[in-house]
């Protein structure tokens, strides 16, 4: 069972080299995920330890380390099974207003960009239709709600983990 840091904490995690689209989509939902498949075992468990990250993985082995106590070790091969999985271990939900919390590609913190700010930086379709856009200053991609993210929210909350 994976513990947090502290009480109240939102957890972190590590995910490993596998579970490319599940750290995508926990980032999405506004979780710090750390992704980086030049990560071997031995790194992904000595970073998990060192910034109190939960290990996400569906290796036994890997979690059979001793150092790697702090880990969740992810059944289903499906993707909102896992994303069900993992913010129902961790007592979590989809929480709407924290969407895109982070960028995809390198988890830094977005910030809000007004829709004046994001018109030329986006397709035109997508400035006429969307009205809450959000920044990254790491990779400066621009973010907006999608169709697949409406999706997947879709999805989530057929399993149970959408706003109540
Ligand atoms: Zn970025």
């Not at 000595?46 to 290990?55: H, L, N």
């Not at 709407?96 to 700010?117: H, I, T, Y």
Request: hydrophobic fraction near 35%; aromatic fraction near 6%.
């Amino acid at each position: 069972m994976p513990t947090r840091a502290r009480d109240r904490e939102e957890p972190r995690f590590v995910a490993d080299v596998m579970l490319g689209s599940l750290a995508r989509w926990l980032r999405i939902l506004g979780y710090d995920v750390t992704y980086d498949s030049n990560l071997d075992d031995a790194d992904l468990v000595e970073r998990a330890v060192r910034e109190k990250r939960i290990i996400l993985t569906r290796d036994r082995r890997l979690v059979e380390r001793k150092q790697a106590r702090n880990h969740l070790l992810v059944d289903s091969e499906r993707l909102d099974e896992q994303i069900h999985q993992v913010l129902g271990d961790c007592g979590e939900k989809v929480e709407p207003d924290r969407l895109f919390g982070r960028c995809v590609r390198c988890n830094q913190p977005l910030s809000e960009l007004s829709p004046e700010e994001a018109a030329d930086r986006v397709p035109p379709y997508v400035a006429r239709t969307q009205n809450r856009f959000h920044h990254c200053f790491g990779c400066n991609r621009v973010y907006w709600r999608a169709t697949h993210v409406e999706r997947m929210l879709s999805r989530l909350e057929a399993l149970g983990l959408g706003k109540s």
